[in-house]
């Protein structure tokens, strides 16, 4: 594991909404060049710690640390020069074209300064054939797609002021076929090859071993493992986490998981 | 993509869904010739019009042979009445057309008004209350200060139920539009009940200005009502730039804005400040005016698209050409009689507000 300082870092952070604790206690820090998947059954805390990290949420105690500095000290504004966040649902009830929302990544620079980052952004999402589509026409795949190049637009105007930012993506595939999953995991991890942390939360536990060097998974609000595909895939994690059984193959030294039945 | 998948793209029947966008100048250059030529129409037609042969010389101009008794007659009228009136009708067009758009950006709803979700029977009731509290304390020697006092209340009025509205319509940053209409009918119907009951017990002359005021007219045009209008409309022109690109990027959720760097509760408090301000001085002049902020900017993002920074300067030129237009046949149809401005506008915009449900159908109904 390299020992290059955290971009971004949760230091034992609780989150507890009344009665409840969604997060207990939980620390992780991503390095830049990281692709770091979230992976754990539904209402463990993936989402609610993802939110965490982007400011949304803050935590009932702890802290979340962005470049060194505390993230509650960052202005809005400032926020979104560093970190970027795709969330989970967009729903736009107005006629923008995918070209429209793709441009509104780069904020209030001059259109022609953006002009190229949202042609590349399009182009490498397969989106030029809609690009004078209007977003609520198009199915739900497509527009996770043009949301996802709004936020590769605002990351790389971000990082070309400052540097490495962190991207998160909150089940960036839900709605996507298989082709363009693929599509969206090989973008996320250029992006990290380039110096970015890629934070995803993801259901597909293939997706995530094919997508991360590193694999963190939640349970109850706690983080039950974190470490590299070998070590967090495997018979025991999954039948303990996700009371499921499983096969566990291995394709090229990275594990691959087959279902079975539930426990 | 190659340049075959990008052929058989393009060959795809998108008819209806691509949107080329006009350029902005050409928009504006229609926008503002329209607004010239509505106010030329409504100097022309009706009671005491003015001809066009006799406008430039009643306008000013040195014009050889004109008749003295009708050029003084013709001055009276063009300045001292029509042109406050048209004034006024233009600016509070452009306040209610503005004030519908920035709610349709601030609630995500294409559907909201503030007339139609109560925030205007809000700024009517505090207005209604004004006439009547005032006129009982302090009795007609006070009845000059309904000027400055009605945009006032009236404000204040509207101001208090576009909070509560939101409020109740948004929770953790989404706002449903099932809630936000059915709220905002609740609040007109307690607004509406507040009036009725003033209507109740008001004495024969406040219950003159009550209804006179209510049923929306721009009869009483002067100067210094157009005095009173334009502060609030010069603000609200040049609060546009502050407050589109955030609207726009509002479309996505809050919490998107948020991620993309707007500083999300600036936003709401600005536009609710502006949607309040424009309702109350448009309510303290006219009445309840509706469906002029429903139809001009739903009107406008069929041409030019949804983007705030073009949407909203749109929608006060046509907003104000609407208005102006309606004023104009209120004079005309039951000339010398005029028609309440309030009960026009809504005869013609309810049936253009079903027509836009229908056509959303599936936008609403989830």
Redesign the interface.
Same mark, same amino acid.
């Given at each position: 594991m390299t020992s290059a300082p955290a971009i971004i870092e949760a230091d034992a952070v609780c989150m507890k909404v009344r009665q409840a604790t969604l997060l207990d206690n939980v620390s992780v820090q991503l390095r830049g060049g990281e692709t770091v998947a979230i992976v754990g059954p539904n209402g463990a805390g993936k989402s609610t710690l993802l #939110?965490l990290l $982007? @400011?949304?949420l803050r935590s009932t105690s702890g802290a979340v640390r962005l470049k060194g500095r505390d993230l509650t000290s960052y %202005?809005? #504004? =400032?926020?979104? &020069?560093h970190r970027?966040?795709l969330?989970q649902h967009? &729903?736009? $009830?107005?006629?923008?074209?995918v070209e =429209?929302?793709v441009a509104? @990544?780069a @904020?209030?620079r001059p259109r022609n300064a953006a002009a190229s980052l949202v042609d590349a952004a399009i182009?490498e999402l397969?989106l %030029?054939?809609f690009r004078? #589509? =209007?977003l609520?026409?198009l199915s739900g795949g497509e527009q996770q797609r043009a949301?996802f190049a709004r936020v590769l637009v605002?990351l790389a105007c971000g990082e070309a002021d400052h540097g490495p930012g962190v991207l998160l993506l909150d089940e960036p595939t839900s709605s996507l076929d298989l082709r363009h999953q693929i599509n969206l995991v090989e973008t996320a991890k250029r992006r990290a090859r380039s110096g970015t942390a890629v934070v995803a939360v993801l259901h597909d536990l293939n997706l995530a071993v094919r997508f991360a060097d590193r694999i963190i998974v939640l349970r109850k609000g706690m983080v039950a493992a974190d470490g590299n595909p070998t070590e967090t895939i495997t018979d025991k994690m999954i039948s303990e986490v996700f009371e499921v059984e499983t096969s566990i193959g291995s394709e090229g030294g990275q594990p691959y998981v087959l279902l079975q039945r539930m426990q | 993509m190659t340049t075959a998948e990008a052929k058989s793209a393009a060959s795809r029947p998108l008819a209806t869904s691509v949107s080329m966008r006009p350029a902005a100048f050409f928009v504006y250059a229609v926008l503002i010739a329209g607004v010239l030529a509505v106010a030329l129409l409504a100097t022309t037609v009706g009671a005491a019009g003015i001809p066009l042969p006799r406008l430039a010389a009643a306008l000013g101009f040195n014009i050889a042979n004109a008749d003295p008794a009708m050029l003084a007659r013709d001055e009276l009228v063009l300045w001292s009445i029509r042109i406050p009136r048209i004034a006024i009708a233009g600016m509070i067009g452009g306040l209610l057309a503005l004030s519908g758009a920035i709610m349709q950006g601030l609630f995500r709803n294409p559907l909201a008004d503030p007339a139609l979700v109560g925030v205007s029977s809000g700024g009517a009731f505090a207005a209604a209350s004004a006439i009547v509290i005032s006129d009982s304390a302090w009795g007609a020697s006070f009845r000059f200060m309904q000027l400055e006092l009605l945009p006032v209340a009236a404000f204040a009025g509207s101001l208090l139920t576009t909070t509560v509205l939101y409020k109740i319509a948004s929770r953790e940053g989404r706002t449903s539009v099932a809630i936000f209409l059915l709220a905002g009918l609740a609040i007109a119907a307690i607004a509406n009940a507040g009036i009725g009951l003033l209507v109740f017990v008001a004495d024969d002359r406040q219950l003159r200005d009550i209804t006179f005021w209510l049923l929306g007219s721009l009869s009483g045009a002067t100067w210094p009502k157009a005095g009173m209008v334009a502060p609030v409309a010069l603000l609200a022109l040049l609060a546009i730039p502050l407050i589109a690109r955030g609207l726009d990027v509002l479309v996505l959720g809050e919490a998107e804005a948020f991620h993309t760097g707007i500083d999300v509760q600036r936003l709401k408090k600005i536009s609710i400040v502006l949607i309040s301000a424009m309702t109350g001085v448009a309510v303290s002049i006219c009445g309840v005016v509706g469906f002029v902020g429903i139809v001009v900017p739903h009107l406008l993002r069929i041409v030019i698209g949804p983007g705030h920074r073009m949407l909203l300067p749109a929608s006060v030129c046509l907003g104000a050409i609407l208005l102006i237009l309606a004023d104009t046949i209120a004079r005309v149809l039951a000339a010398p009689a005029e028609v309440p401005i309030g009960i026009l506008t809504a005869a013609l915009g309810a049936p253009f507000f079903l027509f836009i449900l229908l056509r959303q159908r599936t936008l609403i109904g989830s």
């Open positions: #939110r $982007s @400011g949304d %202005a809005s #504004r =400032e926020l979104a &020069n970027v966040m969330s967009v &729903n736009v $009830s107005f006629p923008f074209t =429209e929302i509104m @990544g @904020g209030d182009a397969d %030029a054939p004078h #589509r =209007e609520p026409t949301h605002q | -």
